[in-house]
């Protein structure tokens, strides 16, 4: 067993942390939780951002260069994830979609054509993509997907309503769940599409979230004629794609939300240094002591959790429904470490960014927010559950759910 | 990056399971739980003969000279077993003391010994009144020029009863760092004034006991490792220690995730096994996480032992061991929970696993203890 970065793996390391602190955006304030004000100019950032690591040479570290990649392995990408997770996530959070499902899927399930046609400019930059799974009745059942897809000579027309779409406001293209056979048991009816947010007939609608912000959306298709050659696979695979995707985004993920998660202890050290509770630092008292010293166990079993599922990955394994603890042990203990940091403000835990007894900028105050739908994106706590008692445990499905799915 | 078992990992693992399967039954657990030797000599005859006693000793003490980590790969199946007897207390305790602090001349008695499963040693460290913090130590040693005088009680000595020495932790000077003046001790249990007596505690399979010393006289040769540091040597026993308890709590909790999952796949009620209930499966689901994540910590802090730099190596320890003995506590219970009232009952052999749980979760510092090692060590 052996933890550690080869030497040639650290070297790179250091290139790309050195690349880095030279090729920031200017006038970004990594002290700020969000540096930009609109949807659009975060969205515009993080394709500058990601044109400036496409031409350094650090875009799609494992992808083959004929698709634009770089041609490296898969260690490379997660170092370099894993260093902009820790330097500057907010750069990369409109693209976590696009990178973490769109390119995957395309990659693995797409066709040479649809390869050679998005993938580059996905990692140039020039696109973000977005991802319509859910729908009003389509939640933790998304095989329940509804929209219709009705082929009409070389095109689709679609109908239907996505909803949680997040960032399809400022999307390129959409990896869309249609129904393409209402016929058949539900999951079987399914088709995978590449769907072009700007044609006529796609509307989005921003829904504001308990954050105050809209990184939500639903988008509304009425008519959209989609050209036959966006179908990813063949007719009724979309549920399969689907799954893998959904365990696509999972490897990556674990290992690089233990680096982001890694910048926030030290946050939270530090602001139990300065902040004080009945005139002495938090850090003096012995409950929050324990609490900060939990967060640090959860982040740091996150961390080797991650790094022991992608070296099995690296021996040649496919993303299997394991992946399903990794999404368990990012999304519940941030829960808990953003209630704890804000049980450790006291009465000011309730400020919000913008005042002068702003404890760091409100990053706490929005991570707390934010961290109540890390149970329910990407797969809820539930359903995790469900994957991994039934297809990794080997525990029965329920009567009901066994009978409809036969 | 490589975190999986070797070839030699994966067949250690395997005779370590075949092991524990043909020679230690539960039939053989639930006779030691009770029996107040807590062990039988050709049992562990047959440890030595695998040559799990050597694992970790030194080629030069007739050891196999392996990592941590290795040894890991056995304990974690020796938990799984809930295996009764003196090998935690010999080979994780008393032979890294005198690894860490011997002289050769020691460790050619000792380490060769313990390595040939000739003999059994134990580490005298608890005290009455020292709570979570194994750094207490105040049973007193005077000297009178010529070797010391131990007087005090030692308290939760694992296996005292069956060892042939006794690692024992006194306080040979008084001072403000309580981590200063701290001396080890090499005593035979046999010497005069000392008397043991068994604790009845909970996890019949570790037996536990409460040792007085009364004027004890040890010579100069008894003295392990430089005296009035012993605490610097101790502190690094006791984190390989930690981490070894980490492996047997993560085999512990496997077994229990295990038990739990197979009765949900039979146990029929409402015309149904109880494991297509959400209820039951979201328990099964849970345990299963927190014992995957207890084994990927658990080898990261057994391989840090040996390849990281000290801090990081103390700082996984401590981790690992708040995390591992909250898993197998809540695992272990959880089991009993899916098992329902079969898991209430003597018979049923969950109880034996959430016994050796709380055992293994307040030795060598509970979850809370390690906890404040872990924000000392990250924020001072």
């Given at each position: ?6 030497p040639?793996?650290e070297a ?39 044109k ?38 907010e750069?990369?959070?409109p ?37 319509g ?5 389509a939640g933790?059942?998304v ?6 897809a ?7 027309i ?6 949680w ?7 390129d293209?959409?990896?869309i ?20 947010m ?23 298709m009425?008519?959209?004629?989609v ?10 695979q ?5 799954i ?28 139990a240094?300065q ?24 982040v740091?079993v ?32 941030n829960?808990?470490i ?32 934010r ?6 994106e ?13 297809r ?10 066994a009978?409809?799915?036969? | 990056?490589d975190i999986?078992f070797?070839e030699d990992?994966i067949?250690?693992?395997r ?13 053989y ?47 974690e ?6 295996i009764?007897?003196?090998?935690f207390?010999t080979?994780?305790?008393?032979a ?19 390595a040939a ?16 913090d ?10 009178d020029?010529?070797?010391f ?10 296996d005292?009863?069956?060892a042939?020495?006794?690692v024992c ?10 981590a ?19 604790l009845?505690t ?6 536990l006991c409460?040792v007085?010393f ?30 070894g ?26 015309d149904?096994?109880?494991?297509a ?15 995957e994540?207890?084994?990927?910590i ?5 391989w ?15 981790v690992?061991k708040?995390h ?13 929970q ?18 050796r ?8 510092g ?15």
């Amino acid at each position: 067993m052996d933890f550690r970065f080869t030497p040639e793996q650290e070297a790179f390391r250091e290139e790309f942390v050195s690349w880095l602190e030279k090729n920031l955006p200017e006038g970004w304030d990594p002290s700020r939780y969000r540096n930009y004000e609109s949807f659009d100019e975060w969205a515009r950032a993080y394709k500058d951002f990601q044109k400036r690591l496409s031409d350094g040479g650090y875009a799609a570290m494992h992808y083959p260069h004929e698709v634009g990649g770089q041609g490296k392995t898969l260690m490379e990408e997660v170092i370099v994830l894993q260093t902009l997770a820790s330097a500057c996530m907010e750069l990369r959070t409109p693209g976590i979609i696009t990178h973490g499902m769109a390119v995957p899927t395309i990659f693995h399930c797409g066709n040479e054509d649809q390869k050679r046609e998005f993938l580059p400019k996905i990692f140039d930059g020039t696109h973000i993509w977005c991802q319509g799974f859910s729908e009003p009745n389509a939640g933790s059942d998304v095989a329940n997907v509804s929209t219709r897809a009705v082929k009409e000579g070389d095109h689709y027309i679609l109908n239907g309503q996505k909803v949680w779409t997040s960032f399809a406001h400022v999307s390129d293209y959409c990896i869309i769940l249609v129904r393409t056979d209402p016929h058949v048991k539900k999951h079987k009816g399914l088709s995978y599409l590449l769907l072009d947010m700007k044609l006529p007939g796609v509307e989005v609608r921003p829904v504001t979230q308990i954050t105050g912000e809209a990184e939500f959306n639903e988008v509304y298709m009425e008519d959209v004629r989609v050209p036959v050659e966006m179908l990813v696979g063949q007719e009724g695979q979309g549920w399969m794609i689907a799954i893998t995707t959904l365990m696509f985004e999972r490897v990556l993920g674990d290992a690089t939300m233990a680096a982001a998660y890694d910048k926030n202890i030290a946050l939270l050290i530090d602001m139990a240094r300065q902040t004080k509770r009945s005139g002495r630092p938090i850090i003096e008292d012995p409950i929050f002591r324990q609490q900060l010293a939990q967060a640090y166990i959860d982040v740091m079993v996150l961390k080797y959790h991650g790094l022991r599922n992608l070296s099995s990955q690296l021996q040649g394994g496919t993303p299997g429904p394991e992946g399903s603890i990794g999404k368990l042990l990012w999304s519940e203990p941030n829960q808990r470490i953003t209630e704890d940091a804000l049980g450790m403000q006291g009465p000011t835990s309730q400020i919000m960014s913008g005042s002068p007894w702003s404890i760091q900028d409100g990053f706490w105050q929005y991570g707390f927010l934010r961290s109540k739908g890390n149970t329910i994106e990407a797969g809820s706590s539930e359903i995790q559950r469900n994957i991994i008692g039934e297809r990794v445990l080997g525990l029965p499905k329920d009567i009901s759910r066994a009978a409809r799915q036969e | 990056m490589d975190i999986k078992f070797n070839e030699d990992q994966i067949e250690i693992a395997r005779q370590a399971r075949r092991f524990c399967e043909n020679e230690s039954p539960m039939d053989y657990v639930r006779d030691m739980f009770e029996d107040e030797r807590g062990f039988k000599d050709d049992i562990w005859t047959k440890m030595v003969e695998m040559g799990w006693t050597a694992i970790c000793i030194p080629e030069a003490y007739g050891g196999l000279e392996m990592e941590l980590l290795d040894l890991a790969v056995v304990l974690e199946e020796m938990g799984r077993a809930v295996i009764p007897g003196p090998f935690f207390s010999t080979v994780l305790l008393a032979a890294e003391a005198i690894k860490e602090a011997g002289s050769d001349a020691q460790k050619e008695q000792y380490l060769a010994g313990i390595a040939a499963g000739e003999i059994k040693g134990t580490l005298a460290l608890y005290e009455p009144d020292g709570g979570a913090d194994p750094g207490y130590i105040q049973m007193d040693a005077s000297t009178d020029g010529d070797g010391f005088t131990l007087n005090g009680t030692k308290l939760f000595v694992p296996d005292a009863h069956v060892a042939d020495f006794l690692v024992c932790a006194a306080r040979t000077e008084a001072g403000n760092d309580p981590a200063q003046g701290i001396t080890l001790f090499i005593v035979d249990p046999k010497t005069e004034g000392i008397s043991v007596s068994l604790l009845p505690t909970m996890d019949g399979t570790r037996k536990l006991c409460a040792v007085e010393f009364k004027g004890t006289k040890v010579s100069q040769e008894g003295i392990l490792g430089e005296p009035n540091n012993g605490w610097a040597s101790l502190k690094r026993v006791l984190q390989r220690a930690q981490v070894g308890l980490c492996a047997e709590s993560v085999g512990g909790a496997q077994r229990a995730m295990e038990i739990a999952t197979e009765y949900a796949k039979i146990r029929i009620q409402f015309d149904q096994p109880i494991g297509a209930f959400q209820a039951i499966k979201h328990r099964c689901a849970q345990m299963f996480v927190e014992v995957e994540s207890a084994r990927s910590i658990l080898y990261y802090a057994a391989w840090a032992q040996d390849h990281e730099d000290a801090k990081a190596a103390e700082i996984a320890a401590s981790v690992a061991k708040s995390h591992c003995s909250d898993v197998y506590r809540n695992t272990s219970a959880s089991c009993l929970q899916v098992l329902g009232g079969t898991g209430f009952s003597w018979e049923h052999d969950i109880h034996l696993y959430i016994k050796r749980a709380k055992a293994n979760e307040v030795a060598l510092g509970d979850p809370v203890y390690h906890r404040e090692q872990v924000a000392q060590l990250i924020a001072g």
